[in-house]
């Protein structure tokens, strides 16, 4: 173990318009990358062996480890942060809001051109590195994880980036299910991997352990990984009992959604430290959950006000976990 390399795997939660505030978290690892390593070139595909993500951190990792026409990274950590500030009031635009009771609140369109302006054409097997990508199929009844290795080998595993972007964000009540279309022309009704695994962490953890990332690096235990969780800005709401004693169905669809989030989160954040710490490595687990200070915790918030408060909430964030991210950084460029 001397001399051996750690893993290194990335995982970001999801949460809609809130991740702005990851996304700020990881414009600031890159940057510190490049300062530590005296290349402005350097790119978070370059440092990580794996990506994990679910809804807005799907699209997150999609962005990062998308490939330009050279083979190096096409992205930016801030063009992804610009893909929310840029593209954000329209896609959760009032002007076509719905009350979401008989119908989605919102259309797919706008999110869909946002997704194929930075996607284009780029399929799952051409991921730079191994990626992760939760969803889950309403038709099958199953959960749907895209991966980038399986599509490498076989082609019925194989979609377009835009599509597995869609998939993974395709929040209900928020957006109507995706039908994706693999390489081999079977379809998939998908929806957001926020219904069952918001925290694909564990899952990251999991798929790691069966993949082979090159000389010294195959099926790596606990011991042989370092694993960075970022969170989305745990929600500012509590519920009291007698508010909650009186909700009925429509009632209790906002809170469930947030204490739903909240809850996988917490759960595999506990069972990830208890994993390192028995294996005696601690500090190779490291989750960063940034702070919602003046952004309103909605995930579909995006009024320019808001979104500016993100980026600010997400950059103090960033400065309040300096010490964390200095650690994080120094340990990308170490297992490099």
């Avoid at 995982?11 to 300062?35: C, F, H, N, T, Y």
């Amino acid at each position: 173990m001397a001399n051996k390399k750690l893993t290194r795997i990335l995982s970001i939660d999801g949460g809609g318009i809130r991740g702005i505030l990851p996304g700020q978290i990881m414009v600031a690892i890159e940057k510190k990358i490049q300062e530590k390593t005296n290349n402005p070139e350097a790119r978070l595909a370059d440092y990580f062996d794996l990506m994990a993500g679910t809804s807005t951190g799907g699209i997150l990792c999609c962005i990062y480890l998308t490939p330009g026409a050279d083979g190096r990274p096409k992205f930016t950590a801030e063009d992804a942060v610009n893909l929310y500030l840029e593209n954000g009031e329209d896609i959760f635009s009032k002007k076509f809001f719905s009350l979401g009771i008989t119908d989605e609140k919102y259309p797919s369109k706008p999110i869909e051109e946002a997704l194929e302006k930075y996607l284009g054409d780029v399929k799952l097997s051409e991921m730079l590195k191994e990626c992760l990508i939760t969803s889950y199929d309403i038709e099958r009844g199953t959960p749907h994880f895209f991966k980038s290795g399986k599509a490498k080998e076989i082609e019925g595993y194989d979609f377009l980036m835009r599509e597995v972007a869609r998939s993974t964000s395709a929040a209900p009540t928020y957006f109507e299910p995706n039908m994706a279309t693999s390489m081999a022309g079977v379809k998939y009704a998908l929806i957001d991997g926020g219904v069952y695994i918001n925290n694909p962490t564990l899952s990251a953890y999991a798929a790691a352990r069966q993949l082979d990332f090159g000389p010294d690096k195959q099926h790596p235990s606990a011991a042989e990984m370092m694993l960075v969780s970022i969170g989305t800005g745990s929600s500012k709401d509590s519920y009291s009992y007698d508010k909650a004693k009186g909700w009925g169905a429509i009632g209790w669809i906002k809170p469930l959604i947030d204490i739903m989030m909240k809850g996988v989160a917490q759960t595999v954040n506990y069972q990830l430290h208890q994993i390192f710490d028995a294996v005696g490595k601690p500090d190779q687990y490291i989750r960063i959950e940034p702070q919602l200070v003046h952004a309103e915790s909605s995930m579909d918030n995006a009024k320019e006000e808001n979104l500016t408060n993100l980026k600010a909430d997400g950059t103090e964030s960033a400065l309040n976990h300096e010490a964390e991210i200095d650690k994080v950084v120094d340990m990308l460029i170490e297992n490099n």
